[in-house]
């Protein structure tokens, strides 16, 4: 399935909703959504909706640490929901729970 | 006459000028070359005639950058279609080609076109049907231009980036090639996926026969994968080479690339150390799929590594966790490691192999005796046309190929720190001390030790972790080394007891065999290197057997001194364990 970022904001939360194979070639596209969300004034937190991703690979990981860390520029913390099957086994064998809080 | 005006393709642009084409016209006809020269000068295009197809071949070759063709067919000296035919065989890109002709023979125009001309037009010339023709050869060329431009601009990416690509496989190849007579007897498979991905083993056998695997999966692709890789391949065979503790070495490399490499670049990586005296096994793993210890024979998994950590690069130095597993492993077993381009083949209805997948084969008694071939098949078969996206990389290690017998000659204690090449001695102390036979029974060294260390200037923390450390080398060198106990009876029942019983039977018994310390305290710039080696008169560790309980031969001393000092190693086959702590500035001079 193609790559798909949904974000909505209500408030405070910004939710970036992602869809399908999320990897390397999808930087500008999830960062362009990640950078309009962080600018959103009165931000006060960020989730990440893992529902309907298929699939992740290291970069997209390395992505998710960038957006962890911009961020935590303006004080947001990030929360990873909904992470299954093949998803929740990448996050946890890279030890994600390490950086992000991850709610199922 | 049609005062129609020439205007470009539609670009969406509305004040772009009327182009201006440099039009070469060859027409045996005067008349006829003067009504279509006008004509299009007065629509803004320059004109060069020509009488016959040689002079427009001349006028081509002399200044060739036309955009416009216009040819009649029948000329003198060289027709038409074979100046059409010169022409386009000559052009590096397309230039369209109007073929004009007195007769509108179908023949004449199908033979026009099948050389290459690109519009054809009979006589009488009707000018706006030459307008729009005009327009249109110039939309084409317009759009053939704009397509070219992409082409070339996305072949010079291309090049590039087949060539970063090269040059990341090349800088790889050179570090580990360097690295090739360090190669432990291990088996292996990198199947590289379509760019190089940045997959990676390498091995080290220590000064102190300690052997170190490292399997390595970074970040991105190409380049920036080998940037990610580079320090840390360096770092590791620094390290490993000196024997350092696998959690120094995973502490050490997580800290450089966490330093060195921006965020969301990272190494997923199992770091292994085998000690073939020991039997001992270490994994660190972050972010990796599985290790395993398995059983050939009855094709067991009889200890499997999770990865516990992220991977290195990803934690600041003070959230890593350094902590390792350990075992003890039999000569029998393999040890088996992957990235994780193994178990994420898909099949062409996007299953996963997965780790479960990998260990159903390992353990399946039908499979291939040989690993490599097992695995490799298996993937083959279960991705069946599909690509691999990432480098599928396997590490096979038959444990029997680190037998003490494939271990040549072995250092033993050296007379100056090689550790510190760049920062030399500046003057020290150093000191030995033996006991032997019964003079054992009543030796106190461990003070002894610790009051000359007092006196050459060691104090505070330092002195005590050198004191703990030298306790229990002390009395492994004496239990383990002289005594020949087994810390294996600790395990039975009441073993404790039994095991301080025999020892002090043994001890009373004791006529020959002892201990020796050498001590040395070595003044640097900026810091001073404590190093103890501590020898006996055993057979090293060679003779200890496994405990079942998973800890090494007298396991709980060995891992504190590991912990107290900054480096610990062994030297004959274990019979002389050494360690090094660094103490900060020692500019107290001896009392």
């Known amino acids: 399935m193609q790559f798909h970022v949904n974000s909505t904001i209500h408030q405070g939360v910004a939710t970036l909703a992602l869809q399908g194979r999320f990897d390397f070639s999808q930087y500008s596209l999830f960062k362009e959504q990640q950078e309009k969300m962080l600018a959103e004034p009165g931000l006060k937190a960020v989730v990440l909706d893992l529902r309907s991703l298929d699939y992740l690979d290291s970069a997209a990981l390395g992505i998710m640490l960038v957006l962890l860390d911009r961020a935590r520029e303006v004080n947001a913390p990030v929360t990873i929901r909904n992470a299954q099957g093949v998803v929740r086994e990448i996050l946890d064998v890279a030890h994600f729970d390490r950086m992000f809080t991850i709610e199922d | ?591």
């Open chain 2, 1 to 591: 006459m049609s005062d129609l005006t020439m205007t470009p393709p539609d670009t969406g642009h509305e004040s772009t000028p009327v182009q201006s084409l440099r039009v070469l016209l060859a027409d045996d006809d005067v008349a006829t070359r003067l009504l279509i020269r006008g004509f299009l000068e007065r629509q803004g295009h320059r004109v060069v005639e020509a009488a016959n197809g040689e002079d427009a071949l001349r006028a081509f070759h002399a200044r060739p950058d036309f955009q416009l063709f216009i040819v009649d067919v029948t000329m003198p000296i060289m027709d038409g279609l074979s100046l059409c035919r010169a022409l386009k065989e000559t052009l590096a890109s397309w230039v369209p080609l109007i073929l004009i002709s007195a007769n509108d023979q179908e023949n004449d125009q199908v033979q026009g076109l099948d050389i290459g001309a690109d519009y054809y037009m009979t006589k009488p010339i009707s000018f706006p049907l030459l307008t729009a023709t005009v327009k249109a050869a110039q939309r084409v060329a317009l759009l053939y231009n704009d397509l070219r431009q992409k082409n070339a601009a996305l072949q010079r990416y291309y090049n590039k980036n087949r060539a970063d690509n090269d040059l990341a496989r090349q800088l790889l190849e050179k570090i580990t090639r360097a690295g090739e007579n360090r190669v432990v007897d291990a088996q292996y498979v990198v199947t590289p996926a379509g760019d190089f991905s940045g997959d990676m083993i390498v091995s080290v056998r220590s000064m102190a026969q300690r052997h170190y695997c490292f399997v390595a999966d970074a970040t991105g692709h190409g380049l920036p994968a080998a940037i990610t890789l580079m320090p840390a391949v360096e770092t590791f065979y620094q390290l490993a080479e000196e024997g350092y503790a696998l959690s120094t070495i995973a502490r050490e490399l997580n800290d450089r690339l966490q330093k060195s490499l921006p965020r969301g670049h990272f190494l997923a990586a199992t770091l292994i150390m085998l000690e073939p005296h020991t039997h001992r096994l270490e994994v660190w793993n972050g972010g990796s799929p599985p290790a395993y210890l398995l059983e050939p024979e009855s094709r067991e998994i009889t200890a499997k590594f999770t990865a516990r950590h992220p991977p290195l690069g990803v934690l600041a130095p003070d959230l890593f966790e350094s902590d390792i597993e350990s075992t003890i492993f039999h000569p029998s077993q393999t040890l088996v490691a992957c990235t994780d381009g193994v178990v994420e083949v898909e099949s062409p209805d996007g299953r996963m192999f997965g780790s479960r997948g990998l260990e159903q084969l390992l353990t399946d008694p039908e499979r291939n005796e040989d690993l490599v071939e097992a695995v490799s098949d298996c993937l083959d078969r279960f991705a069946g046309s599909r690509q691999p996206l990432d480098d599928q990389t396997l590490l096979v290690l038959p444990l029997a190929s680190l037998s003490r017998s494939s271990i040549g000659g072995v250092p033993v204690i050296r007379e100056q720190d090689e550790t510190d090449g760049a920062d030399p001695v500046s003057g020290g102390w150093y000191f030995s001390l033996g006991v032997r036979g019964n003079a054992l029974k009543e030796a106190e060294l461990a003070p002894m030790v610790s009051k000359v260390l007092a006196e050459i200037g060691l104090s505070g923390q330092s002195a005590d972790r050198a004191q703990v450390c030298v306790i229990e080398l002390l009395s492994n060198a004496i239990d383990h080394g002289v005594l020949g106990l087994d810390s294996q009876m600790k395990h039975q029942p009441d073993g404790f007891e039994i095991y301080f019983q025999e020892r002090q039977q043994r001890l009373q018994r004791l006529a020959e065999g002892g201990v020796f310390l050498r001590a040395s305290l070595d003044r640097h710039k900026d810091k001073a290197v404590l190093r103890v080696s501590i020898s006996d008169t055993g057979e090293g560790f060679e003779d200890m057997k496994a405990p079942a309980d998973n800890h090494y031969p007298s396991g709980r001393g060995l891992k504190l001194v590991e912990k107290l000092s900054d480096r610990l190693r062994f030297h004959d086959g274990g019979a002389t364990s050494e360690f090094d702590i660094v103490v900060d500035a020692v500019t107290s001079a001896p009392r």
